[in-house]
């Protein structure tokens, strides 16, 4: 039977809660540690939404696309206070954060609002709501930290997570609302994030990915440098640890002392995520990025020197304020030159409160979509000339289950594959447990997937 408990002489029974965590990796992260702050002994977790007392959304505000996936799931999720058992709707994270005064007003459904660093209250806002009845916004000043005593239930696969090393942003690129919504950048201890590490490998993950808005940036808030690199030479040092993966190194700070640690440590994945944005010089400077096409065509020659078989993955925005023709051929022509194995693209999100949404020259949505296509159907070609370059190659590939596709196959992913934005290797012959890291003969490649056979070490 449900256990009941008493908040201010009231009894409630235990309380069954779902979360839909939408955005980024970091917010994934911050949707754990909420579940983590709820205590078991009060609170059960379920994936079914229609069975939940709670349903939590942790919202994404970083573009126009985000917010309107954050609204279109509150309201899709309220649902459930008429058809199901919901009776407490929650919304937390970047969006309440970011437009704290106006939701409460937009969004009548939602009975809590909390913000992106309000985790450790989450239990006792809940039994407020539910004591007294009414709604509430309570949101903090978003500076919260996490180390590793805080309390995380996760909800990745068992053999892969993230690990947060940083909070915020200091570098204020003037389209970006990060700084606003987070704060600016506060770095962990690298004695809690190896503990945090080592605790994980015990507990059966095989795959660390390293997350900040900018690794490269980890400890500079403290005047230190090499902190990253001092980082990294700890953690590979976890015997139970197989695959770490950095994710968003900024370009201005990736030094040759890190990139020297990528080729001769196997444990670190020859894989870097770094967010370019643009090419043409003068987008660049008004994005407020720190480097040029130059610094950009050198940085890349030192990676695929340092590390010849790295895989490389970027974003750009396009659509900029004043991009015109010219700048995005070059970026275009950037693109087919093809030096990027990995490239996501966004439309610019004019967003309140940047610098940039003051500027002048802004692209219609017609002209953002045309270029939107273009790079992505130039980069689809690299990437498909890429994959099959790979073909009669063994690669170590990480076993996620039966594939998405069909029961009759495993997938995994290769060293070469993030988790959740990079394609999947799919395995028609041999067989390997999930979380196994298996050698794979790579004998067929589309535009982002792999094909192969499991092989003998």
């Known amino acids: 039977m449900p256990r009941s408990f008493f908040v201010k002489g009231i ?8 979360l839909v965590s939408l955005g980024c990796p970091k917010n994934l992260v ?3 540690i909420m579940l983590g702050h709820l205590p078991d002994d009060r609170y059960t977790i379920t994936t079914d939404e229609s069975l939940a007392d709670i349903i939590i959304v942790n919202t994404c505000s970083f573009i126009s696309d985000a917010r309107e996936e954050s609204v279109d799931t509150i309201l899709s999720v309220a649902d459930h206070k008429i058809s199901g058992h919901c009776s407490l709707l929650i919304v937390s994270g970047c969006l309440p954060q970011r437009y704290r005064d106006e939701l409460s007003k937009e969004l009548p459904e939602v009975d809590l609002f909390i913000g992106t660093g309000d985790a450790g209250r989450l239990a006792t806002l809940i039994e407020q709501c539910l004591v007294d009845r ?6 903090g000043k978003g500076d919260f930290l996490y180390d590793h005593t805080t309390p995380r239930l996760r909800s990745s696969p068992f053999y892969s997570t993230y690990v947060k090393i940083a ?4 570098n204020h690129c003037s389209y970006c609302v990060i700084p ?32 900040a808005q900018d690794i490269t940036a980890f400890r500079r808030d403290f ?6 690199e001092k980082l990294l030479r700890e953690l590979v040092q976890i015997e139970e640890l197989a695959w770490l993966r950095l994710l968003y190194a900024y370009p201005d700070h990736i030094s040759d002392e890190l990139l020297e640690l990528m080729a001769t440590e196997d444990k670190i994945c020859a894989y870097l995520d770094i967010p370019l944005q643009h090419f043409a010089d003068e987008i660049l400077l008004q994005m407020n990025r720190r480097v040029d096409q130059a610094a950009i065509r050198k940085l890349i020659a030192r990676i695929r020197q340092a590390v010849p078989d790295i895989t490389l993955r970027t974003s750009f925005i ?6 015109t023709d010219d700048h995005f051929r070059q970026l275009l022509d950037f693109v087919k030159e093809g030096h990027l194995e990995r490239v996501g693209v966004f439309r610019y999100s004019r967003e309140e409160g940047t610098p940039a949404a003051l500027f002048a020259d802004q692209i219609t949505d017609i002209v953002k979509n045309r270029r939107y296509h273009q790079l992505m159907k130039a980069q689809g070609r690299i990437s498909f000339r890429k994959n099959r370059g790979l073909i009669n190659r063994v690669e170590p590939v990480l076993i996620e289950g039966l594939s998405d596709e069909t029961d009759l196959l495993l997938q995994g992913r290769s060293i070469r594959q993030a988790p959740d934005i990079d394609g999947k290797v799919y395995v028609t012959a041999g067989n390997a447990e999930v979380g196994q890291i298996v050698n794979l003969r790579i004998t067929d490649s589309s535009e982002y997937d792999l094909v192969g056979e499991i092989v003998e070490a």
Not at 318 to 323: C, L, M, S
């Open 11 to 18: 009894i409630l029974k235990q309380l069954k809660v779902a």
């Open 30 to 32: 911050d949707a754990e």
């Open 134 to 139: 009414t709604p509430l916004t309570d949101i």
């Open 167 to 170: 909070e915020g942003c200091s």
């Open 180 to 211: 606003e919504i987070r704060g600016a950048l506060r770095s962990r201890e690298i004695a809690s994030i190896v503990d945090e590490v080592r605790a994980l490998t015990r507990a059966g993950v095989k795959e660390i990915n390293l997350i």
């Open 223 to 228: 005047g230190e440098t090499g902190a990253l």
């Open 318 to 323: 396009v659509g900029f304020p004043g991009e």
